[in-house]
């Protein structure tokens, strides 16, 4: 089956930090790779993805990258700022004969500090 | 502005009550789904929909309840059968094909009094 797994949180850091977020996943045939991130009492918002191996999803300086051979899609970030501070949250999507359906992990808190 | 509109954003609910959320797109997305997060806890499907009526349960579809009779409105019911109802609850859209990402509403947070 389908799942996701990330790096459990919370992690603090300082300002300018390198940030990473580990996540693997299990998946029958070629999924699409997403990150996601939610502010407090928000909903989720797509920061990158990647649709095949080798493929890097960046944006507002994250970058991950399709890891196949270790199934891998982690986050990082070269220097963190005080409004990075959120919920950061790893998904797959597999399509199915009832279309696409997603999957997440559990989520990884991020806060920031100056 | 397209986007994924859910209301109300706080809802409060006696118990044995049953309470319809609303999520209505106005992005033509074909699937629509519901999920439910608790606090530290990841995303749970509660339905999903691909085509207009017609929904499919999720992995704890039990004491919810949902329509789609058009293709941009999915209401999702919690009914009096759903034990523990205080939750916050994300309505999420795509269009069909691989690769497409889930468009979230802002949420709606319920709770049980």
């Known amino acids: 089956g389908n799942s996701v797994t990330q790096m459990e949180g919370p992690v603090t850091l300082s300002e300018e930090a390198f940030l990473t977020i580990n996540c693997t996943y299990t998946?029958?045939?070629?999924?699409?790779l997403f990150w996601y991130v939610q502010y407090p009492g928000e909903g989720l918002q797509l920061l990158l993805k990647a649709t095949k191996a080798d493929d890097k999803g960046s944006n507002k300086g994250f970058e991950a990258t399709y890891r196949k051979e270790t199934t891998s899609f982690h986050l990082e970030k070269g220097s963190v700022q005080v409004s990075d501070s959120a919920v950061y949250f790893c998904?797959?999507?597999?399509?199915?004969?009832?279309?696409?359906?997603?999957?997440f992990g559990t989520g990884t808190s991020l806060t920031v500090i100056p | 502005d397209g986007g994924i509109t859910q209301s109300p954003k706080y809802l409060f609910r006696k118990e044995g009550q049953n309470v319809t959320l609303s999520c209505e797109q106005n992005?033509?997305?074909?699937?629509m789904y519901w999920y439910r997060q608790d606090p530290g806890q990841g995303l749970r499907l509660i339905y999903y929909?691909?085509?207009?009526?017609?929904?499919q349960k999720g992995d704890i579809a039990e004491g919810y309840s949902v329509s789609r009779e058009k293709k941009e409105s999915f209401p999702l019911t919690v009914t009096s059968a759903q034990k523990n109802p205080t939750a916050f609850y994300l309505c999420?859209?795509?269009?069909?094909?691989?690769?497409?990402?889930?468009?979230f509403g802002q949420g709606t947070r319920l709770t049980v009094v």
């Open positions: 998946a029958t045939g070629y999924p699409s």
């Open positions: 929909s691909q085509i207009v009526n017609d929904f």
């Open positions: 992005l033509n997305h074909d699937a």
């Open positions: 998904a797959l999507s597999g399509h199915t004969n009832t279309g696409n359906q997603f999957y």
């Open positions: 999420a859209s795509s269009i069909e094909g691989r690769g497409t990402e889930a468009f």
